[in-house]
T-cell receptor, first 112, second 115 residues
Framework: SQQGEEDPQALSIQEGENATMNCSYK?????LQWYRQNSGRGLVHLIL?????REKHSGRLRVTLDTSKKSSSLLITASRAADTASYFC????????????FGGGTRVLVKP | DAGVIQSPRHEVTEMGQEVTLRCKLI?????LFWYRQTMMRGLELLIY????????DSGMPEDRFSAKMPNASFSTLKIQPSEPRDSAVYFC?????????????FGPGTRLTVL
């Protein structure tokens, strides 16, 4: 089973609405990162939250981390059609070097 | 900076042929990661290097796959012989390894089709 698993697998919303997706993981982490992938492109780093942080903001993005529940959420506020993409969480684990383990992703469709 | 550069962007080959994928790291980065992405298996880490040294190759599917870093800024992933099940998008990513909190920068990917 995967270290990081996103929920839901797919999400469809209207432009202007908020989009929330969740990530659960199994083992202790150094940090958790969120990436975005537009169709046919490589992944792009959005935000990193450290294990001792609980919340982080970047523009219209808000990430929370609950290490007791081993879960994170990504909130995109006031979504735009350009936010249509797949969103992946990735975890960096102690004693696993600097590699990241990616979840299966959430496909987000923002309808204009 | 041009970002991570991958070539070719698309490759169509026949089963049994050798395939070589190339990646140029972002200047100053010292970690290099090769991933494979398919609908069925998602994004899989194949191998990664720190300072030109392979650290973890446990994701390399078989001996048909090999990866090298001939210098600090360049890497190749070779598949010999290729099989239809190798069809996927292959990404490389680089980062500046500083112990923890390493964000990765992905290339645009190589879409490989093996007929």
């Amino acid at each position: 089973s995967q270290q990081g698993e996103e929920d839901p697998q797919a999400l469809s919303i209207q432009e202007g609405e908020n989009a929330t997706m969740n990530c659960s993981y199994k083992t202790s982490i150094n940090n958790l990162q969120w990436y975005r992938q537009n169709s046919g492109r490589g992944l792009v780093h959005l935000i990193l939250i450290r294990s001792n942080e609980r919340e982080k903001h970047s523009g219209r993005l808000r990430v929370t981390l609950d290490t007791s529940k081993k879960s994170s959420s990504l909130l995109i506020t006031a979504s735009r059609a350009a936010d249509t993409a797949s969103y992946f969480c990735a975890t960096e684990i102690p004693a696993a070097g600097n590699k990241l383990t990616f979840g299966g992703g959430t496909r987000v469709l923002v309808k204009p | 900076d041009a970002g991570v550069i991958q070539s070719p962007r698309h490759e169509v080959t026949e089963m049994g042929q050798e395939v070589t994928l190339r990646c140029k790291l972002i200047s100053g980065h010292n970690s290099l990661f090769w991933y494979r992405q398919t609908m069925m298996r998602g994004l899989e880490l194949l191998i990664y290097f720190n300072n030109n040294v392979p650290i973890d190759d446990s994701g390399m599917p078989e001996d048909r796959f090999s990866a090298k870093m001939p210098n600090a800024s360049f890497s190749t992933l070779k598949i010999q012989p290729s099989e239809p099940r190798d069809s996927a998008v292959y990404f490389c990513a680089s980062s500046s390894f500083r112990g923890q909190y390493n964000e990765q920068f992905f290339g645009p990917g190589t879409r490989l089709t093996v007929l």
